[in-house]
């Protein structure tokens, strides 16, 4: 797929044909097809219709990670259904935010043969009932069924578009010339005004009776949109009452005063190929036009407001952007969103984001550059003349320029760096202290006009402080990975008779340090302890508190597992902390080919034995560690014959999101056959609950296999 166009071949029609199928078969208003580029985790929306593109600018490239329902319904492989507006904003708060129209949707996911391709994304009237049908849902999975084996079949793998491809739904249409001008005279008649907009609010046909009531010449008004050729409905209210109607297909009516003191009355009818907008002259409102906010008299007798004020579409987007950027959590966070979001919502062909550190600027990301001119770039000092990066921050002035030669008239050398032909440099500032600089750059001259220039000037805050918690986090982190590495044990000791493979891997949300750990202690030559736990939390407490456990464990290591996690528990205690923990013991008697099992409150193993049913080993757990001294601690002694696997693992294998913990953990226990290479048992676990590999929480495991009798 080249960039910008999507899908290839006949691609681009099927998905057409299937999504306005879709919309039309189930009832919806509008919809959309996303789909997944894997090297990047990204969902891009390839195709809408029912809407204006401009609406879809906010969520045309979405991280895999975002908490959105497209993302959430590829993520997790199920139908997502959102009822309401008031369910919207539950569950997904951030969307919400940048949506805020009645109206209900689902997402359902292009499941492939082998992963996840993408979602299909629908939009249904305010009016839709709390739960979709069953034909509704038979349609939508049939549509994701079509679309998802197109796309298996595909010679190449699909890469996210730079922009959404808009597709009419179409309608019904008089016929006939005759039909036309009947239907024309008769609105001609009418005493009021009558007005079409199509769905992305350009006029498509209004009467001379509108014409004269909005002030202007039709042949002037037709083609454009209403907010952009009337200064006096240049309102973001005024916009946003025409995306209510366009998104929630309901019917909306607002009065507006035309200067000097002509008050309309509009009426705006949704339907899915436009609106049909009824004008009307109106009373003035109560305590006659001086209650109207005073505006400056324009020429014309309109009104003038100011240039620079953001349409309602750009304070959504602003509001969508700014509510993502106070979820990212490390520095590379940071960067995908700008790169994945704003790069795409102002149009921006690159990217650099630099902190500003110990005098100079230190690039942390960066899109669309090549490695030499980063490498040019990065570590500049505060003061450099050879870009305005170091300026803007120092005075935190943005700074903008359409062309390379007005950007040469000031930095000579800045132009030549790059084959950039337009950029936005933005100065972080937090409170007077400088944080670093974001630039936008574009690949063709740009002139940026008065709400770009607001927009982004606002975004730079946002980022600012996105950027300067994220650097706080990154330090944190940092120190947190260095303690868990060190905790960890770097190799598991060799012991005759018994297999061993373990693995450690950290959350794939955010850059979160978790407690879980694992150990394998030799005691002698025929017997080892095996340890695996989960200390609550996802922080510097968290791993130092594992690293303690650790120590508690190996110091009572060979005493029955029962005293072993009694002990333990004790010394927990004495630590005085607040997080629990949870832990199973292992006591493997290799030559008398047994296993004595204690849990404090952790999962119990998953157990094969040759010539067994695979399944769950029988365990009596005792409470977390930390909850109670005095509680007693079972054990459960089972064979260990040669052959047997037994494997140990923390529950952020075994919980997923919408799924049963137990056929969970029963469809792991079959995935333990004999003989089978004990780190492809692990790499089959793990993709057997994430295939995607986007598990939200910490994962250890450690697998056990008797090869043979002790001597």
Request: glycine letters at 8%; charged letters at 20%.
């Amino acid at each position: 797929m080249a960039d910008g166009g999507g899908e290839d071949l006949g691609q681009a029609g099927f998905l057409d044909d299937v999504l306005v199928d879709t919309v039309r078969r189930t009832g919806a208003s509008a919809g959309g097809v996303y789909l997944l580029d894997e090297s990047t985790q990204v969902l891009g929306l390839v195709v809408i219709c029912g809407v204006p593109t401009e609406v879809a600018v906010p969520w045309t490239r979405l991280p895999l990670a975002a908490p959105v329902p497209v993302a959430e319904a590829v993520r997790e492989d199920r139908f997502v259904w959102v009822a309401s507006h008031d369910d919207l904003a539950r569950a997904y708060p951030r969307v919400a935010a940048s949506l805020p129209y009645r109206l209900a949707l689902s997402a359902a996911p292009l499941s492939g043969r082998a992963q996840g391709r993408g979602a299909l994304l629908l939009l249904w009237p305010a009016s839709h009932p709390p739960e979709a049908s069953g034909r509704e849902r038979a349609h939508i999975a049939a549509a994701a069924r079509r679309i998802a084996h197109v796309l298996d079949d595909s010679p190449r793998p699909p890469t996210v578009p730079g922009q959404p491809r808009l597709v009419p739904l179409g309608g019904f249409r008089p016929r006939g010339t005759q039909n036309v001008q009947a239907a024309a005279d008769y609105l001609e008649r009418l005493p009021e005004g009558a007005v079409a907009l199509d769905l992305e609010g350009r006029i498509t046909y209004l009467t001379a009776t509108a014409a004269g009531l909005l002030g202007r010449d039709g042949d002037h008004l037709r083609g454009t949109r209403p907010w952009q050729s009337l200064p006096w409905l240049d309102d973001p209210v005024v916009e946003d009452h025409y995306r209510t109607a366009v998104i929630s297909r309901d019917p909306v009516a607002f009065t507006a005063l035309r200067p000097p003191e002509s008050w309309l009355r509009f009426h705006l009818y949704p339907d899915a190929s436009g609106i049909s907008v009824r004008i009307t002259r109106a009373p003035a409102p109560d305590g006659g036009p001086g209650d109207a906010p005073p505006r400056a008299a324009a020429p014309g007798g309109t009104t003038a407001l100011p240039a620079d004020r953001a349409q309602a579409g750009r304070l959504y987007q602003l509001m969508h952007l700014a509510a993502a950027l106070t979820e990212t959590v490390a520095v590379r966070d940071v960067v995908d969103l700008i790169g994945d979001m704003v790069l795409p919502a102002f149009g921006a062909d690159g990217l650099v984001l630099s902190a500003a550190d110990a005098g100079r600027l230190r690039i942390t990301g960066h899109r669309g550059y090549d490695q030499e001119v980063i490498d040019r770039l990065d570590g500049l000092p505060l003061d450099t003349d050879v870009t305005p990066a170091g300026q803007v921050l120092v005075d935190g002035t943005p700074s903008f320029f359409a062309s390379p030669e007005e950007m040469a008239r000031r930095y000579p050398s800045a132009p030549k760096i790059s084959d950039k032909q337009a950029w936005a440099f933005l100065p972080l500032i937090i409170s007077g202290r400088p944080v670093g600089c974001c630039v936008l750059s574009y690949n063709h001259p740009r002139a940026f006009s008065a709400d770009e220039r607001a927009v982004l000037t606002s975004l730079a805050g946002v980022i600012a402080q996105s950027l300067d918690r994220a650097r706080l986090y990154d330090a944190k982190h940092e120190l947190a990975h260095g303690l868990q590495q060190a905790l960890l044990p770097r190799s598991l000791p060799a012991v005759p008779g018994l297999g061993v493979a373990a693995r450690y891997l950290p959350s794939s949300h955010g850059m979160d340090i978790g407690g879980d750990f694992y150990d394998l202690i030799r005691l002698d030559e025929t017997t080892a302890a095996a340890v695996i736990g989960d200390v609550q939390g996802h922080n510097v407490a968290a791993a130092a508190l594992m690293g303690q456990v650790r120590t508690a464990i190996h110091a009572t290591a060979g005493a029955s597992p029962s005293e072993v996690l009694t002990r333990t528990n004790r010394v927990l205690a004495d630590l005085e902390t607040d997080l629990l923990v949870s832990c199973l013991y292992a006591h493997l008697d290799l030559a008398r080919r047994q296993v004595t099992l204690a849990s404090a409150g952790h999962p119990p193993p998953l157990l094969h034995r040759p010539g067994h049913p695979p399944g769950i080993a029988p365990l009596d757990p005792a409470p977390l560690l930390g909850v109670d001294l005095d509680a007693p601690c079972p054990v459960t002694t089972l064979p260990f014959t040669p052959g047997t696997t037994l494997a140990l693992y923390t529950d952020g294998l075994v919980e997923v999101p919408g799924t049963d913990l137990d056929l969970t953990t029963a469809g792991l226990a079959a995935l333990l056959p004999d003989g089978a290479d004990l780190d492809a048992v692990i790499d089959a676990l793990l993709h057997r609950t994430w295939p995607q590999g986007r598990h939200t929480d910490d994962i250890a495991v450690l697998l056990l296999r008797s090869s043979a009798p002790a001597p």
